[in-house]
């Protein structure tokens, strides 16, 4: 009975030991990292190895499954991992004091490589917070796991419990856990003040008026549709799609942008300044991530501000293909570390491929590439639209694999046409009668010419088009319909402005984007 009892408490204490010997560990990893480099936080470099490890098809099932919780789940994932790790450890250390310890620092060996194969890694700095928090860790497993012993001593009852030391080991705890909490407390603050300059940046930044200004969006752009998605997505509601686990804080006073590689007569770094004091031009331009299904959410529409591109290049002495340039791929690099490839002849062909800086009226958000963007008519976001950019590389696609296409995604992509119905949802119950169906077609860089809806196994129907504001911009729609009692299924398909009518042919979205026309089932009661 009290040998069971003994063991219990004992397994308690391991239990304890290591957990409040991994709090140590973090909260010193995460205070280290705050001095040094925030981008090298353990769970931010173990989270980043995963993600680039992750095969695409569990990706393509997380953001499917978590949506825009993705990045938030797989934290927890690492901190429960390690959770229960460090109550294993500590468990063992009870019995093996110094496999236990060395467990410790075994963990600190782990978080140091996954540090240093990060892309963005500035080497031997991004090991020292794995290793300082090993360290810490360790001493302090190795502590407690003293502590914990059995005293052989004879002593006052009230002071021994099953053998062990019970004030010294809670008093060792209490301690440990104040540490813990206040490095870890010390980490948020700093973190948080190397943040500070960046968003003082931002709110200092008053964006320059377009030299070429978007035109007004005429009336009939946007229908009076309820449930239909607003022409102009706000930024709140602006899907976010990236690896970043620490969304990048850059500093507008040191940002830089260079350009450089092959066929670059004229290698260039700019700063903002130089980039605000050009021509400006601001266009209405709809965003799409590869990753979004049929009938997904994962697109939308903003106000971009911002620099002509191919003019840059250009200046940079770059000439697309088809004018004798030897460089077919531009390289996008982020301060992250991430690569994204288009290509030359597509930025260079007259559409308005631009370095943005203002979304919808104010400055890039951090969340969408502050201070600068890229943008891209017509491409998905991961062959284009490189956020917090720093870096145009001209090269070749046969030379060079940027990140997406390293992990099996197409090496070009252009946006499929693709229709999507807003209004009625999946399996809503609108009464009988008439019935608005309504919601949003794209085919960026070639416009919307038609869409069509068919109800059940029905013929084919004209949809009403809204205006179009642009080719490279979504196009809203909606059908008058008369609903009658019973199970429905709506279908609807679009016509880009080649007259390719939408293909039926049902693609997942890995390599090179979904397609397939989207219907939603509605039951009229
Ligand atoms: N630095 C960086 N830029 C990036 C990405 C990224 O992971 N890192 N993701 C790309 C992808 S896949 C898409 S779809 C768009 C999404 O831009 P948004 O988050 O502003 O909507 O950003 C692109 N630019
Ligand atoms: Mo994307």
Redesign the pocket.
């Known amino acids: 009975m009290s040998s069971f009892r003994t063991t219990v408490t004992r397994a308690g204490l391991g239990a304890l030991s290591g957990l409040l010997a991994g709090c140590t560990a973090l909260a010193v990893a995460e205070l280290t990292a705050a001095l040094v480099r925030p981008a090298a936080g353990p769970v931010t470099v173990v989270g980043g190895a995963v993600i680039d490890r992750t095969p695409a098809a569990v990706k393509d099932f997380a953001i499917r499954t978590f949506g825009e919780n993705d990045k938030l789940v797989l934290q927890l994932g690492i901190l429960v991992l390690l959770g229960l790790f460090a109550i294993t450890l500590g468990m063992l250390a009870l019995r093996y004091r110094r496999a236990g310890t060395a467990g410790v620092l075994l963990f600190g060996i782990i978080g140091g490589a996954a540090a240093l194969s990060r892309p963005d890694s500035a080497g031997a700095a991004d090991v020292l917070p794995s290793v300082a928090g090993a360290v810490a860790g360790a001493a302090v497993l190795y502590l407690l796991a003293g502590k914990a012993e059995p005293i052989s001593a004879p002593n006052p009852a009230e002071d021994r419990r099953g053998g062990w030391s019970r004030r010294g080991f809670l008093n060792a705890a209490a301690a440990t856990a104040a540490v813990a909490a206040t490095a870890g407390a010390l980490g948020r603050v700093l973190s948080g003040e190397r943040g500070q300059g960046a968003v003082a940046s931002r709110k200092a930044l008053s964006l320059p008026d377009p030299a070429s200004p978007a035109p007004a969006l005429p009336a009939g752009t946007q229908l009076k549709v309820d449930g239909i998605s607003p022409f102009t997505t706000p930024v709140r509601d602006?899907?976010?799609?990236?690896?970043?686990l620490a969304v990048?804080m850059v500093d507008a006073a040191t940002w830089r942008l260079r350009i450089h590689g092959k066929g670059v007569t004229g290698p260039r770094t700019h700063t903002l300044d130089e980039l605000l004091a050009r021509p400006l031009i601001e266009r209405d331009i709809t965003?799409?991530?590869?990753?979004n299904e049929v009938g997904g959410p994962?697109l939308?529409t903003a106000r971009w501000l911002g620099v002509p591109l191919a003019e840059l290049l250009r200046e940079a002495g770059v000439r697309p293909p088809s004018q004798g340039g030897t460089a077919d791929q531009l390289v996008a690099r982020?301060?992250?570390g991430?690569t994204?490839g288009s290509p030359v002849e597509d930025v260079m062909d007259g559409r308005d491929a631009i370095l943005a800086v203002g979304m919808n009226g104010e400055p890039l958000p951090f969340?969408?590439?502050f201070p600068v963007?890229m943008l891209v008519p017509g491409l998905?976001?991961?062959v284009?639209?490189?956020?917090?950019?720093t870096d145009i590389e001209l090269t070749t696609f046969d030379a060079y694999d940027p990140y997406?296409v390293k992990r099996k995604w197409a090496r070009r992509a252009p946006i499929k046409t693709q229709a999507r119905i807003d209004t009625p949802k999946p399996f809503a119950r609108p009464a009988a009668g008439p019935v608005t169906i309504a919601g949003v077609a794209w085919a960026q860089h070639r416009g919307i010419t038609r869409v069509e809806v068919r109800i059940d196994e029905g013929p084919w129907k004209d949809a009403d088009l809204a205006l179009q504001a642009g080719v490279d911009t979504w196009r809203q729609w909606s059908y008058p319909w008369q609903a009658a009692p019973g199970g429905h299924t709506i279908t609807v398909r679009a016509t880009d402005g080649t007259g390719q009518v939408q293909t039926e042919q049902r693609a997942r979205t890995i390599p090179d984007g979904a397609s397939g026309w989207h219907s939603v089932f509605v039951t009229v009661p």
Do not use: E, N
């Not at 965003?287 to 990753?291: A, F, K, Q, R």
């Open positions: 602006f899907y976010r799609v990236d690896t970043a990048p965003l799409t991530c590869v990753s994962y939308g982020s301060v992250d991430m994204l969340d969408h590439g963007r998905y976001g991961y284009s639209a490189c956020k917090w950019i997406w």
